[in-house]
């Protein structure tokens, strides 16, 4: 399978407990991001990796969020303390550098109770 | 503030008709206007994409019209299929930002 690989598909949490997701993107794509998509809303931008870089972050990002992409490969997602308004599709993107097409996974679905 | 605007929320047509979802956008440094069709439990995919230097792209059934002095761009759907019941999303990106701002979504049911 050569397309973006997240896990874990589904998290059912507890509120004030924290969840990582991690993204395994295209392997030669240099760019990788972090949606966050809410039933019947458009994904909404978090944040962005060139390589191992975190170029680009959204103010919906709070101090909660952080996300890493160590060795410019795979990426995590670490969500702490979290809250019901957390529960969504994180979706993760990959693309290759100089081209703006962006291959989606399949997401992860965090339900916070 | 939403800069890419999305219309209908919901669309549907019967098999053989013609689908047409609208955007608009606010931000003039967008250089990039793709659509995404996404299926319920899957990540969005790319449909068909054009950049504002042609008003329209064809891909099969797909089309793109796309009016830069409106700051408008279109999907048209030909011959729509029950198989293209989804729910598409405009999407656009240029300047100084890497990231892709989408819309709301339109939800197409094709009926057979």
């Known amino acids: 399978d050569t397309g973006v690989s997240q896990d874990p598909r589904h998290k059912i949490t507890k509120r004030g407990q924290n969840v990582t997701f991690r993204c395994d993107p295209i392997?030669?794509?240099?760019?990788l991001y972090w949606y966050r998509q809410t039933l019947g809303q458009g994904p909404e931008f978090l944040t962005y990796f060139q390589n191992e870089a975190q170029l680009e972050k959204s103010r919906l990002l709070s101090d909660r969020f952080s996300a890493e992409r160590p060795k410019g490969s795979f990426s995590t997602l670490e969500i702490q303390r979290t809250e019901q308004g957390d529960s969504a599709m994180y979706l993760c993107?990959?693309?290759?550098?100089?081209?703006?097409?962006?291959?989606f996974g399949a997401g992860s679905r965090l339900t916070v109770l | 503030q939403q800069q890419v605007k999305q219309s209908p929320q919901s669309l549907i047509v019967q098999k053989g008709g013609i689908s047409i979802i609208n955007c608009a956008y606010e931000?003039?440094?967008?250089?990039?206007f793709p659509w995404y069709q996404q299926f319920p439990g899957k990540g969005p995919a790319l449909l068909i994409a054009i950049r504002p230097d042609v008003s329209e792209k064809k891909e099969g059934r797909f089309t793109i019209s796309f009016n830069k002095s409106a700051k408008q761009f279109s999907l048209h759907i030909m011959d729509s299929q029950p198989g293209d019941s989804a729910t598409y999303f405009c999407a656009a990106s240029g300047g100084r930002s890497e990231k892709l701002v989408f819309g709301k979504g339109t939800k197409l049911t094709v009926n057979p």
């Open positions: 993107a990959s693309g290759g550098s100089g081209a703006n097409v962006l291959t």
């Open positions: 392997s030669e794509h240099n760019r």
């Open positions: 931000n003039t440094a967008f250089d990039y």
